[in-house]
């Protein structure tokens, strides 16, 4: 038998992304928006397809939208990157200023795409260990990059999946640390409108910052997969080198400039989902669990008595679809749950009830 060609060792040592995509009637695993997006921008949509000149290559600079959110932040069009998602986003950050001979730094646990996506691009990884209560302290970074000297540090600010808010003395001491070492840090804000504080405000062209955010989550467009990118003008001109070219597909310009007019309704949704999110924080701790305070869309939780995994299949059986954590290092028998309508977290918490009342468990080989 001839040989087969053989991807590079490190690729074929990876695992790739796994988040089953299962039919239930309560979908709370992925962290999307339980809202549809606002009828006024389907609307403004639908009207601006018949416009749209598919024939044509789109934009490449993506020039509207970019100046679009260029406004939203009081920022150049230049200081903006968008891409098709945050994770392209990320990608290309690591094709940039990752690949063969470099290091990119995280803090587990986080976002696994992180390392997943330094790795696809030849980027050696470093871990950090978050403490405890998967908190990150200032002195935890400044040790780090002091002894990796890394040339992407990825922080995560609400962190998925732990959804721990950094302290307000993280990100300026991973700057400092970063300003002498040569690095870029890279803070993933892809819950950051559930939060109170955001890295935005420390941008700035003199310092190696850039902040990715994206429409899946607060947006309520996990659908168009968009994600962008602020950051200093000389470091995203790298990034616009590694990108393919019309990588931004017409439609999707479009609609996420539209969306952009539609603020007010995003910010409605986003603070329906936060007290709804506080409500279901509350109802956890009412029952025997391990919970951990939220600033996103989603709750962190363990299970004291039971497995993880037997309560995440004992949700299945009520066709209530959680994030299984339970396997993942650090997180051992956690689960995740994103927030949804209140008819749907109040779904999640009578069967999370009725599964932890469940006393034939162990009664299995
Ligand atoms: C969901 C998520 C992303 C990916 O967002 P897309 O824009 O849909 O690619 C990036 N970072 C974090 C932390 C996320 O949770």
């Not at 986080?110 to 795409?113: D, E, G, K, N, P």
């Not at 954590?325 to 993942?328: D, E, I, K, T, V």
């Given at each position: 038998m001839p040989e087969r060609p053989s991807a590079r060792p490190e690729i074929a040592a990876l695992e790739g992304y796994h988040s089953p995509q299962v039919d239930v009637?309560?979908?709370?695993?992925?962290?999307?928006?339980?809202f549809p997006p606002p009828e006024g921008w389907v609307d403004a949509l639908a009207d601006a397809l018949r416009d749209l000149r598919l024939n044509r290559y789109p934009d490449r600079a993506a020039g509207e939208l970019r100046g679009a959110l260029a406004a939203r932040y009081g920022?150049?069009?230049?200081?903006v990157f968008c891409a098709n998602g945050s994770n392209e986003v990320l990608q290309t950050v690591l094709l940039a200023y990752g690949g063969p001979g470099r290091t990119a730094a995280v803090f587990e646990p986080?976002?696994?795409?992180h390392a997943q996506i330094a790795r696809t691009t030849g980027t050696r990884v470093v871990a950090g260990r978050r403490g405890e209560e998967f908190e990150l302290t200032a002195a935890a970074v400044r040790d780090l990059v002091a002894a990796e000297r890394p040339d992407v540090l990825f922080l995560c600010?609400?962190?998925?999946?732990?959804g721990t808010t950094d302290a307000p003395d993280v990100l300026p001491a991973a700057l400092e640390a970063l300003d002498a070492s040569g690095g870029l840090l890279v803070v993933d804000e892809?819950?950051?409108?559930?939060?109170?504080?955001?890295?935005?405000?420390?941008?700035?062209?003199?310092?190696p910052l850039v902040v990715s955010r994206t429409f899946s989550k607060t947006w309520a467009l996990?659908?168009?997969r968009l994600g962008y990118l602020l950051g200093p003008a000389w470091c995203l001109a790298e990034l616009e080198k590694v990108v393919l070219p019309y990588h931004l597909d017409a439609f999707k310009q479009v609609a996420g400039g539209l969306a952009l007019r539609h603020e007010a309704a995003m910010g409605e949704r986003v603070a329906a989902l936060v007290a709804e999110r506080e409500r279901v924080t509350t109802a956890l701790g009412g029952l025997p669990l391990r919970v951990w305070p939220s600033g996103a869309n989603f709750v962190l939780f363990r299970p004291e008595a039971r497995s993880g995994h037997d309560v995440w299949q004992g949700l299945l059986d009520c066709s209530v679809l959680v994030r299984n954590?339970?396997?993942?290092e650090g997180l051992e028998g956690c689960l995740r749950v994103t927030i949804g309508t209140a008819a749907e977290n109040d779904r999640f918490l009578a069967a999370l009830g009725e599964v932890l009342d469940d006393t034939t468990e162990g009664t299995e080989p």
């Open positions: 009637e309560v979908r709370l695993n992925t962290n999307e928006s339980p920022v150049d069009a230049q200081q986080t976002y696994a795409m600010s609400p962190n998925n999946p732990t892809a819950y950051g409108q559930f939060a109170d504080s955001s890295a935005v405000d420390l941008l700035d062209d003199e310092r996990a659908g168009l954590c339970a396997s993942w």
